[in-house]
C-alpha cells in the first residue's frame, strides 16, 4: 500500500524524489521521509501527515544528494507517527519497505535479546536490524540480502542505501510490486510505474524473488540465489499527461469526465464498426481453451467486485455456462473447490491487490485456466494469468474508482460477447441488440456527464445528512452498492446499498422523513417491481431521490428530486451510465463537506496488503 522511489543519477536528486513521491501519494499518505546519501553519509527527513508536512524540510537534505529514496506510508503495525516514518536508519544504513514481515514479532525478541534496540513499532524495522547485524560479517548488502531473505515472511518490495556503498540502490522484491525506471544517466526505482512517468517509459518489472543493484549508469538484477538475471525493460504506454489533473479540481472529476471517451476508445478497440465483430484476439480470449470451461469465478474486491457482479447479467446470458463472483479475501481462505474446467477471471484496476492476486495463484495451483480484466500494464495479476484483456482507461490516480468501474463493466459485457461470438452460440438477434446497445452507450455516458450542474444543485440539500440508503434491482442493485460505497469512501457519509425487493426485509426499518433514498430505477424489466419498491418508501414518508428517464413523469413524481439518466436498451451497460449521476453525487456531496476527495482518510488506491 506505501509508495516507495528511489533515484540515482548525477544531478540533485531530492526534488526528483519528492515529486515521485507526490505521484504515488495515492498509495498511502499518513506520513512520509526521504533519505540520501552525501559524503558517504546518510541525511533524512521525515514527517507524520501528508507530503505537504514533508516539503518544508526538504532543505535540511544535502543539495549534493545524488542518490536517495522516498516514501510515503499507509500504516500497518505502528500509529501513523514521524517515529514510525521511513526510511528506518540504522548506522549508515537506510530502508524502505512497501508490504508486512509476517514473521517480524519473532524476529524482534531475537534481535532484542541480541542487543538491538528498536526506535519504530513497524515490522519494517527487523528487516534493517538482520541486514545491520549481517553487515558485520558478509560486509556487501548483496551477500548480507542473500542471507538474509531466507528469514523474511510476507511480502516486500524493500529499498536500500548503504553509507559503506554509496553509488549504489538495492530494490528488493517479494509479493508487492517494484518496477525500475531506466534512464540516460541516471536509474529510478518505485512501486508503482505512474509515479516514473515524467522521467522515462524504459521500465524493468521485478519478479518475486528477485534483487536489482541499481547505480546511475548500471542496472544488475539476481535472483535469491544469487544467479544474474537478463531482464530487458519494456515501455510503458501512458504519458506523463494522462496523469495530470488537466485543468479539473480533483483527478475524481477529471476522471468521471474522462468516461464517455475511455468508452468510446475501448468498444473502438475491440468491436469492429462496420461488422459488429468483437475482436477476440486482442482481447485475450483467443488464448483461452474455450470447450474446457464449465463454470466462470470472479474474483475482485470493492468497486472491481461489484463491477463483476453485473457479469451475471451479461457474460451468464452470452456464455451458457454458470458464474459466480466471490469477494478475494474470503475466497482465498475457504479452499474453494476448483477444477480446471473453472475459468477463476480477476477483475482489477491496479493489478496489485494482494488478496485478487492471491486467489490467482491458488486457482494456478488448482490447474484452472486464468484471466484478468486490468487496467495497469505489466503489474502483478496480468503477469500471473494465462490471459489478459487490458481495459486501457488510462491512469486512475484518484482513489475512488469511477472510470475504471465502468470500463470494467464495459469489459465483461465485451468479453461475454467475444466467447459468444467465437463458440457461435448466440443468437442473430440478440446479437445485434447488444451491438446496437454498445452504439448508444458513449453518447448516452456523455449526456449523462452533462446532468452535473443538476446533481450538485441535488446535492447542496442533503450534503449534512448522516445516512444515506441506495436501492435497486436487478444490474441496478449493484450501482446502488457502488453508490453507497463512493459516498462513503469520499465523504465519510454512512450509505448502505440494498436490491429494492430486501428493503421490507428489515432495512425499511431504517427510513423516516430524515432518511434519504437514492432510488435506481432506469426503463427495464425490473421498473415495476422498483417503482412499487419505490411506493413502499414513500409511504414511509422517506425523502426519495430517483434515478431514471428524463420523461418518467410517474417515476418523477414519487419523488423530492429528480437525476434524469439518459436510458440505453441494455439493462447491463444502463448501469454504466447511472453510476455516472452518483459519482457525481458523491464527488459534490463531498465537496460541500470539505474532505480531502482524492485521497479520503485511511484508504489507498492500491492495497498490496491483505
Ligand atoms: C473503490 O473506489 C476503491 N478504490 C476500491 O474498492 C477498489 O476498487 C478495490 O480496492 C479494488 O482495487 P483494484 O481494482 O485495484 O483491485
Not at 30 to 48: E, L, N, P, Q, Y
Not at 65 to 75: D, Q
Request: charged share 20%.
Amino acid at each position: 500500500m506505501c509508495g516507495v522511489v528511489g533515484f540515482v543519477g548525477v544531478r540533485p536528486g531530492v526534488r526528483v524524489i519528492f515529486e515521485g513521491l507526490q505521484r504515488l501519494e495515492y498509495r498511502g499518505y499518513d506520513s512520509a521521509g526521504i533519505a540520501t546519501i552525501s559524503g558517504g553519509k546518510i541525511h533524512a527527513v521525515k514527517s507524520d501527515g501528508k507530503l505537504l508536512r514533508l516539503e518544508p524540510l526538504l532543505h535540511e537534505l544535502p543539495e549534493s544528494s545524488f542518490i536517495g529514496m522516498g516514501h510515503t506510508r499507509w500504516a500497518t503495525h505502528g500509529a501513523p507517527t514521524t517515529q514510525n516514518a521511513h526510511p528506518h536508519l540504522l548506522g549508515n544504513l537506510a530502508l524502505i519497505h512497501n508490504g508486512i514481515i509476517e514473521n517480524y514479532r519473532e524476529l524482534k525478541q531475537e534481535l532484542i535479546a541480541d542487543g538491538h534496540v528498536f526506535s519504530s513499532e513497524t515490522d519494517s524495522e527487523v528487516v534493517l536490524h538482520l541486514l545491520s547485524r549481517e553487515l558485520k560479517t558478509t560486509p556487501e548488502i548483496k551477500g548480507a540480502l542473500l542471507k538474509i531473505i531466507p528469514r523474511l515472511r510476507g511480502a516486500y518490495g524493500l529499498g536500500i542505501m548503504w553509507g559503506g556503498e554509496p553509488e549504489a540502490l538495492y530494490l528488493v522484491k517479494e509479493g508487492s510490486p517494484a518496477v525500475i525506471g531506466v534512464g540516460d544517466g541516471e536509474n529510478y526505482f518505485a512501486s508503482d510505474a505512474l509515479s516514473l512517468l515524467p522521467l522515462t517509459k524504459s521500465v524493468i518489472f521485478l519478479n518475486d524473488g528477485e534483487i536489482a543493484r541499481l547505480t546511475k549508469s548500471s542496472v544488475d538484477i539476481c535472483d535469491f540465489s544469487g544467479k544474474l538475471l537478463n531482464r530487458p525493460p519494456s515501455i510503458l504506454s501512458w504519458t506523463a499527461a494522462s496523469a495530470e489533473k488537466q485543468g479539473y479540481r480533483h483527478y475524481m472529476l477529471k476522471e468521471i469526465h474522462e468516461q464517455p471517451a475511455v468508452l468510446a476508445n475501448i468498444i473502438g478497440r475491440l468491436v469492429n464498426p462496420l461488422t459488429g465483430a468483437i475482436d477476440t484476439k486482442q482481447m485475450g480470449i483467443d488464448d483461452l481453451d474455450l470447450a474446457k470451461i464449465r463454470s466462470i469465478v470472479y474474483v475482485a474486491c470493492g468497486t472491481a467486485y461489484y463491477s463483476a457482479m453485473i457479469s451475471k447479467y451479461s457474460v451468464e446470458q452470452f456464455i451458457g455456462v454458470p458464474v459466480s463472483v466471490e469477494l478475494a479475501s474470503e475466497f482465498r481462505y475457504r479452499d474453494p473447490y476448483l477444477d480446471p474446467s473453472t475459468l477463476v477471471i480477476a477483475v482489477t484496476q491496479s493489478g496489485e491487490t494482494a488478496d485478487t492476486l492471491a486467489c490467482i495463484k491458488h486457482a494456478v495451483a488448482r490447474g484452472c485456466q486464468t484471466f484478468a480484466i486490468c487496467n495497469v500494464q505489466h503489474s502483478s495479476i496480468p503477469r500471473a494469468t494465462k490471459a489478459t484483456l487490458y481495459m486501457e482507461a488510462g491512469p486512475e490516480v484518484g482513489v475512488a474508482s469511477t472510470k475504471a468501474f465502468t470500463s470494467m463493466v464495459l469489459c465483461h459485457y465485451l468479453f461475454g460477447l467475444g466467447i459468444g461470438q467465437k463458440k457461435r452460440q448466440i443468437p442473430a438477434d440478440v446479437y445485434e441488440k447488444a451491438i446496437q446497445a454498445l452504439k448508444q452507450l458513449p453518447s448516452a455516458a456523455d449526456r449523462a456527464i452533462s446532468t452535473a450542474g443538476l446533481v450538485e444543485d441535488v446535492s447542496a440539500k442533503y450534503y449534512e445528512s448522516g445516512n444515506f440508503i441506495f436501492m435497486g434491482r436487478g444490474p441496478s442493485f449493484m450501482v446502488a452498492l457502488e453508490g453507497a460505497l463512493k459516498l462513503k469512501e469520499i465523504s465519510y457519509i454512512h450509505a448502505e446499498g440494498y436490491a429494492g425487493g430486501e428493503l421490507k426485509h428489515g432495512p425499511i426499518a431504517l427510513v423516516d422523513k430524515y432518511m434519504p433514498i437514492v432510488a435506481i430505477a432506469p426503463l427495464d424489466s425490473h421498473y415495476e417491481k422498483m417503482i412499487s419498491n419505490v411506493e413502499e418508501v414513500r409511504a414511509r414518508e422517506g425523502l426519495l431521490i430517483g434515478v431514471g428517464d428524463l420523461h418518467d413523469e410517474r417515476f418523477k413524481n414519487l419523488c423530492q428530486d429528480y437525476i434524469a439518466c439518459p436510458q440505453i436498451s441494455d439493462a447491463a451497460l444502463q448501469t454504466i451510465v447511472s453510476v455516472i449521476s452518483l459519482q457525481f453525487l458523491s464527488y459534490y456531496i463531498a465537496v460541500k463537506r470539505g474532505t480531502d476527495v482524492d485521497q479520503p482518510r485511511n484508504l489507498a488506491k492500491s492495497v498490496t496488503v491483505e
